[in-house]
């Protein structure tokens, strides 16, 4: 496909040539000859809320302060409303602080750590589900044609994805519009980044769709649902608790996103099919991340 | 590509119809047809090391015990040599525990929560580093041949990977033959119910090969090694930390992997190259993970 080096939807775009994020490594190829690549870097960042030492993430460490934020957000340890009073990157410690006025309940959510299946670390502290039953998410209509025009355009992006392998991306979307497109070696990570955005920015998240390359398990849905966001779109497919907690919340749940093609298992009524499938472009077959299926 | 259903050589293969591991969802697609499709389950199963809860991991359920052995161990919460008194499973709880007779240093480990860029939960607790200096992996050679030829089997292997998507596989190898093929919501339950089957069975590690459909990053990295396999191989991509930490600890890893070709990123003195590659198969457009890529 060609790249549209020039997309003007975004607010935040990928920046696969920024300094730090890829390395150059040398090896060699199945005859044996010397080959060089771009590898995606991973370093850790540890996250403090308060005095409080909460988790190192390992990052591609383009968005720290965007990151702890989201991170804190999407496990429950700010509450709506709360107050932040800063956030302080320290670039050499590689340590990130969330100042708050508030007394948090970290110290409860600490003890209950569930793992969870999704790329990047899904830790959950606290109950998973916990949040959930106070969910209401907007009736928001997503129309097909928009989702073929995100899609498109977020496959043509340049980004450390189609670059560099080994990453996943997620997007924040309004209408036909991508607008903050989030990258890193875990998903949960790109994830949370857009929550940290959307705090900061004080955007709301009733009439957006979040875009991701990930699989939509568990945890990515739960933390779709907590973010107010009514639809959650993926190229990739789905765990079975994934469609029961969208169906149960009322997320409007699109998977095996390629070309013509998807399948929704959730939220159907917000779906407005106004584009016809069979005028969309199938996706050449040289689609999608590169170093892996 | 044929369904080989017959392959001999797996001592444990995936069971892709058994009961319990998919469960069957229907939607609508994009012409608003209503299509059923399998999707994997996932479940919460608490791992218990003698009386100390220590976390919640979401897995299918089929190998309870080798995950909660392999999480241990893999987390350096078993000591080398370390009698397990037994492991108990109870399906109705969802627990299972380990229990030996040593005193571990679990206490510590659990304060040092880091969150890492693996799919599944990466939460490694601990240094991420320790226990890699002491690690001397065996030098034992490995041919392209086999290499090649074990990707041919496992690509044709029916599993939940190939059925239900959102999955991953992790493959223990011997020769051109693979042995126990796991799989799960995250690539790191897969690698540890392994590393369980290994403790369990008494299985030497020094001319295992570990092949995976996920990425190699540092953890992914960091387990094989301390799970004493010298050669790691995935048709996926890397990270930088993921190579630097194997050339630095000296382990074969092997990327990229796709019909003839591959990349080689460190531990090159092992590679026979004994095979044609231009002799190899390319594969056909539609292998790998369904509903992914």
Redesign the interface.
């Given at each position: 496909m060609a790249r549209l080096d020039n997309i003007t939807d975004y607010l935040i775009a990928p920046q696969p040539s920024a300094t730090g994020l890829?390395?150059a490594?040398?090896?060699?190829?199945?005859?044996?000859t010397k080959?060089d690549?771009n590898?995606?870097?991973?370093?850790?960042l540890t996250i403090y809320l308060n005095s409080q030492e909460i988790?190192?993430?390992?990052?591609i460490g383009d968005y720290p302060e965007y990151l702890a934020l989201g991170f804190l957000r999407n496990q429950g340890m700010l509450r709506n409303g709360e107050v932040i009073k800063g956030v302080d990157y320290d670039d050499e410690l590689s340590v990130v602080v969330v100042r708050t006025d508030g007394q948090t309940t970290y110290e409860d959510k600490l003890k209950?750590?569930?793992?969870?299946?999704?790329?990047?670390?899904?830790?959950v502290f606290g109950d998973m589900m916990e949040g959930l039953d106070d969910v209401t998410l907007a009736p928001t209509p997503v129309k097909?044609s928009d989702l073929y025009t995100l899609a498109a355009k977020i496959n043509r992006t340049p980004s450390l994805y189609l670059e560099?392998?080994?990453i996943h991306g997620t997007v924040l979307c309004q209408g036909d519009r991508p607008l903050v497109y989030m990258e890193?070696?875990?998903r949960h990570?790109a994830v949370d980044k857009i929550a940290g955005w959307m705090l900061s920015e004080g955007v709301t998240a009733d009439d957006k769709v979040l875009y991701t390359?990930g699989?939509?398990?568990?945890?990515m849905v739960i933390k779709t649902a907590l973010m107010g966001i009514p639809v959650l779109a993926s190229?990739?497919?789905?765990?079975?608790?994934?469609?029961e907690i969208a169906q149960q919340v009322g997320l409007t749940l699109i998977?095996?996103m390629?070309g013509?093609?998807?399948?929704?298992?959730?939220g159907?009524d917000r779906l407005i099919?106004d584009a016809d499938?069979s005028q969309i472009e199938n996706e050449p077959?040289k689609?999608?991340?590169?170093?892996?299926?």
């Open positions: 890829t390395r490594v040398t090896g060699t190829d199945q005859n044996g080959i690549l590898v995606v870097e991973e370093r850790p988790v190192t993430a390992m990052t209950k750590k569930t793992r969870t299946s999704g790329c990047a670390v899904g830790t097909t560099a392998g080994a890193d070696v875990g990570n390359t699989r939509l398990t568990s945890e190229r990739s497919g789905f765990t079975a608790w994934g469609v998977g095996r390629k013509q093609r998807f399948v929704c298992l959730a159907e099919r499938p077959p689609s999608g991340r590169k170093g892996s299926k």
